[in-house]
């Protein structure tokens, strides 16, 4: 097929029949088709973070953001990414940019409020919280 949707398709089944590996594959044939296709790129980013696959779902969701500055939901996962990878300034600018894109700004504070703690430990917390008023006095 020279179809791009058809692999996403394909790629959609295959991930909601938890065949993570094969669905993969499918949304990077999407890509081989066309190398613009968001959705293509954003759920090959969604199946490479649910294998743990951190450094390619990186790559996934940049390359997400890349093709559209608005895309929410990858600026979320590469926030949680980043939080992964104890990168904790690049993790809040990222869920700063998705709660910004947002139409729906208390859907996503109770996001981010959930997530970070209940990801965080408390010294990476302190961290995390400290940043926060850091990059608060600077905007102010």
């Given at each position: 097929p020279y179809d791009p949707e058809i692999y996403v398709n394909w790629g959609v089944a295959l991930a909601r029949l938890n065949q993570k590996n094969k669905a993969e594959?499918?949304?990077k044939k999407a890509l081989g088709l066309s190398l613009?296709?968001?959705n293509a790129s954003f759920l090959l980013g969604v199946v490479q973070y649910e294998q743990n696959k951190i450094h390619e779902a990186l790559a996934s969701f940049n390359y997400t953001v890349k093709l559209?500055?608005?895309h929410v939901m990858?600026?979320?996962?590469?926030?949680?990414?980043n939080t992964k990878l104890?990168?904790?300034k690049e993790a809040l600018l990222k869920i700063i940019n998705a709660y910004n894109l947002s139409e729906d700004e208390e859907k996503w504070e109770k996001i981010i409020k959930k997530h970070?703690?209940?990801t965080l430990e408390t010294p990476q917390l302190d961290q995390f919280v400290s940043?926060?008023?850091k990059l608060q006095r600077v905007a102010d």
């Open positions: 594959i499918q949304f613009t296709h968001i559209d500055s608005k990858a600026f979320y996962y590469l926030s949680l990414i104890q990168k904790y970070y703690l209940q940043l926060i008023v």
